[in-house]
């Protein structure tokens, strides 16, 4: 690589403040780890936002490279299994958090932390799913694992329904023929979610706000993304054996449920994580969305930005003004 500096959005810490901003870094700037990675493409996700606005200290090392995921080539590798010319994606891993993340050209990876870049996909398109299109895999793939779902019958919801796992979920879960109810805040994005597979609506607020601990029974499975009282009422209306699929907190971190849609209705509440999920279930996910994903529908759902729009992303991404997924050009 050029010993030339390259360009990285990082967070420091400066007298006591969290500080963003765009640095030149060189190679002796990154870390010392197995491989290095020149980065072609990234993606902006909620996370991404809470870890650029520091409303959460999601960067739990400073300094920081901010961007919880990366596509690109090896360019340098110390073990066998990674050769110059490999292309490889990161996804979570602690990026952003505790490892130095793919808001920058180069990166210095982990060799355990890499997967190879599907088959079916190219670097640009692996970062419009990115972290949270691979999320809303793992929530679909949890609950047709738990079983009670059947695609035709009864209703599915996805909360979040315009944010990024909220769209990739919908899109998968129409595919696959199930009944998909989107949960939004804003009525103008109806149509564009109606495009990705939704057959019904429900507004934002009819779930944000403190509801009885057991309500109509209406849904077969949930996947959310939002957390708090949103997460509390669909509990509260999951049908008997159902389940909900939890990935996110864009309402908040708190759960105030009751132990009555669990003891009274069996229902299930399966968390998951994809920072740290095991390679064989991130392989089943990238699996399952070359099997299920659209590439029409993904395309649709993308938007491409430069890595200098990040600062100005993430503040929408955070208000909820983003709609579907935005890959970043870092290259």
């Not at 299994?81 to 920058?104: A, F, I, M």
């Amino acid at each position: 690589m050029t010993d030339h500096g390259f360009q990285a959005l990082v967070i420091r810490d400066v007298d006591g403040k969290r500080k963003v901003g765009f640095e030149a870094l060189t190679r002796d700037d990154l870390p010392d780890n197995d491989v290095l990675v020149e980065i072609s493409h990234s993606s902006l996700n909620y996370k991404d936002g809470l870890a650029i606005a520091g409303s959460i200290p999601i960067a739990r090392r400073l300094p920081m490279v901010g961007g919880i995921d990366l596509a690109g080539t090896v360019v340098e590798s110390k073990v066998p299994q990674w050769r110059p010319g490999d292309q490889v994606l990161v996804n979570g891993w602690g990026l952003s958090e505790t490892e130095w993340g793919g808001y920058s050209r180069f990166q210095s990876i982990k060799a355990g932390h890499l997967t190879r870049l599907p088959k079916g996909f190219s670097a640009a398109e692996a970062m419009a799913i990115g972290t949270a299109g691979y999320t809303a895999a793992l929530c679909a793939i949890a609950l047709e694992d738990w079983g009670h779902i059947t695609p035709g019958e009864g209703e599915v919801l996805v909360t979040g329904a315009a944010g990024g796992v909220g769209t990739v979920a919908i899109s998968l879960l129409a595919k696959r023929g199930y009944k998909v109810v989107a949960s939004t805040g804003r009525a103008s994005q109806h149509e564009f979610l109606q495009s990705l597979g939704a057959s019904g609506f429900i507004s934002r607020q009819e779930l944000n706000e403190a509801g009885r601990p057991l309500q109509a029974e209406r849904w077969s499975g949930a996947v959310d993304a939002v957390g708090s009282h949103t997460l509390a009422n669909v509990l509260a209306q999951t049908k008997y054996g159902g389940a909900v699929a939890a990935c996110g907190l864009a309402q908040g971190m708190d759960l105030p449920v009751t132990v009555m849609p669990f003891i009274l209705r069996s229902v299930a509440l399966l968390g998951v994580d994809s920072v740290m999920a095991p390679q064989e279930k991130r392989a089943r996910a990238w699996d399952y969305l070359d099997k299920h994903l659209d590439r029409a529908t993904l395309h649709a759902l993308t938007t491409t930005a430069k890595l200098s729009e990040v600062p100005k992303l993430a503040e929408a991404i955070l208000k909820g003004e983003t709609r579907g997924r935005y890959v970043i050009e870092i290259a």
